[in-house]
T-cell receptor, first 117, second 115 residues
Framework: AQKITQTQPGMFVQEKEAVTLDCTYD???????LFWYKQPSSGEMIFLIY????DQQNATEGRYSLNFQKARKSANLVISASQLGDSAMYFC??????????????WGLGTSLAVNP | GAGVSQTPSNKVTEKGKYVELRCDPI?????LYWYRQSLGQGPEFLIY????????DSGLPNDRFFAVRPEGSVSTLKIQRTERGDSAVYLC?????????????FGPGTRLTVT
């Protein structure tokens, strides 16, 4: 069965420092995608970054990068130069790519990040 | 352009009543997903539409839940005989069929409270 595990319920980081949010996944399918979403207190789910299972390089999007270690089945999110506006819940999610166009997401429990001034 | 919209933003209903939650996806997005997010949890998949048809309804918890998308655009999630355990935020997402990541764009959600 497919599963996403986020073991850090809460994290603190000082403004302008980098922080790593952990995510491990479990699937026996060779083709899958990994996503990170941000959910501020307002509730909307904001897409941050995507990594495909066959991608050779780690994904980067501005201050976000994904540390993809396929053998360890981990997809950690790294946020560089943290800002106060980064305080939010962060969710790791996975979709399978062998189900046609169905890309339903399987989600972790999330990590609450607080950025301190 | 306009994002995914959901109405109402909040719905309070009494146990046993019927509710309808509406989702208006991004224009041109053929895929539409419904998720349910209980307090302190990650979202859980409910149902997936490709066009007008429900291609995957494996996440619907029981037969009190039903969803339609009659014209391949707006979708309505219907819940009969609501129970207190149905209280959650219901999220709708749409995506463009194609592209590398099939990234899903989410609406603001409908917070359902069953009293």
């Amino acid at each position: 069965a497919q599963k996403i595990t986020q073991t850090q319920p809460g994290m603190f980081v000082q403004e302008k420092e980098a922080v790593t949010l952990d995510c491990t996944y479990d699937t026996s399918d060779p083709s899958y995608g990994l996503f990170w979403y941000k959910q501020p207190s307002s509730g909307e789910m904001i897409f941050l970054i995507y990594q495909g299972s066959y991608d050779q390089q780690n994904a980067t999007e501005g201050r976000y990068s994904l540390n993809f270690q396929k053998a360890r089945k981990s997809a950690n999110l790294v946020i560089s130069a943290s800002q106060l506006g980064d305080s939010a819940m962060y969710f790791c999610a996975m979709s399978l790519s062998n189900a046609g166009n169905n890309r339903k997401l399987i989600w972790g429990l999330g990590t609450s990040l607080a950025v301190n001034p | 352009g306009a994002g995914v919209s959901q109405t109402p933003s909040n719905k309070v209903t009494e146990k046993g009543k019927y509710v309808e939650l509406r989702c208006d996806p991004i224009s041109g997005h053929t895929a539409l997903y419904w998720y349910r997010q209980s307090l302190g949890q990650g979202p859980e998949f409910l149902i997936y539409f490709q066009g007008t048809g429900a291609a995957d309804d494996s996440g619907l918890p029981n037969d009190r839940f039903f969803a339609v998308r009659p014209e391949g655009s707006v979708s309505t999630l219907k819940i009969q005989r609501t129970e207190r355990g149905d209280s959650a935020v219901y999220l709708c997402a749409s995506s463009y069929r194609g592209g590398v990541s099939y990234e899903q764009y989410f609406g603001p959600g409908t917070r359902l409270t069953v009293t």
